[in-house]
């Protein structure tokens, strides 16, 4: 089946520091590729489309120069959240899809990022 | 806009059955239901895409009302596995761009 490998899987980091996420689909190529935010027992929130070899698309209310997103190529789209706060403190996580239709889409496994 | 879910938790027995609901105020082109255990990423479970269709996948099914924008997920003779967080995702459009409900908790106990 379809896989999406998410890395790191927890990151602690330090106010003012950056941080990247990285998301690669491991066995099928994904020209379009989602990143979520989920706070603890809520709803996955979307926060910006990312395209293949284009710039991301983002969300109302996310501000696209405090979470870069890069889709490098087809397997791989980074979301780099730069001069972290404590208020970035969340659970990130991205997904991917391939084909239209009834595909579903295929999550990561998740990054928990603290920041201190 | 995000779709409400209903209930937000549900206690079942194995065996038992349970509805998780889930409405939108716009009019929608699919319907997504993923499950979310602690700390792991959402298994796809099955896709609605309009035209009032109902699917299943073991003893799961879930069906669409387009008229209604609303789906509904039935769990039948409830197993211990089927315990986690349910999520509907609705699309508008065929983008794929997903609005998610805020989740319903199901627990199956022995």
């Known amino acids: 089946g379809a896989v999406v490998s998410q890395h790191p899987s927890w990151v602690i980091c330090k106010s003012g520091t950056s941080v990247k996420i990285e998301c690669r689909s491991l066995?099928?190529?994904?020209?379009?590729m989602f990143w979520y935010r989920q706070f603890p027992k809520q709803s996955l929130m979307l926060m910006a489309t990312?395209?293949?070899?284009?710039?991301?698309t983002y969300e109302q209310g996310v501000e696209k120069d405090k979470f870069l997103i890069n889709h490098a190529s087809l397997t791989l789209s980074t979301l780099t959240v730069t001069s972290a706060h404590p208020e970035d403190s969340s659970f990130y996580i991205c997904?991917?899809?391939w084909g239209t239709g009834y595909s579903p889409l295929h999550f990561g496994n998740g990054t928990r990022l603290t920041v201190t | 806009q995000q779709p409400v879910q209903s209930p937000q938790a549900v206690i079942l027995r194995e065996g038992e059955d349970a509805v998780i609901n889930c409405s939108s105020s716009?009019?929608?082109?699919?319907v997504h239901w993923y499950r979310q255990k602690h700390g792991e990423a959402p298994v796809f479970l099955m896709i609605?895409?309009?035209?009032?269709e109902q699917k299943g996948h073991d003893k799961i099914s879930a069906s669409f009302n387009e008229k209604k924008q609303q789906s509904s997920l039935y769990l039948t003779a409830s197993q211990l596995s089927y315990s986690g967080t349910y999520f509907c995702?609705?699309?508008?459009?065929?983008?794929?761009?997903?609005?998610f409900g805020a989740g319903t908790t199901v627990t199956v106990r022995a």
């Open positions: 609605l895409l309009k035209g009032g």
């Open positions: 716009k009019a929608l082109y699919s």
């Open positions: 995702g609705t699309g508008v459009t065929n983008d794929y761009k997903l609005s």
């Open positions: 066995d099928f190529q994904a020209t379009t």
């Open positions: 997904s991917a899809f």
């Open positions: 990312s395209n293949e070899g284009s710039k991301a």
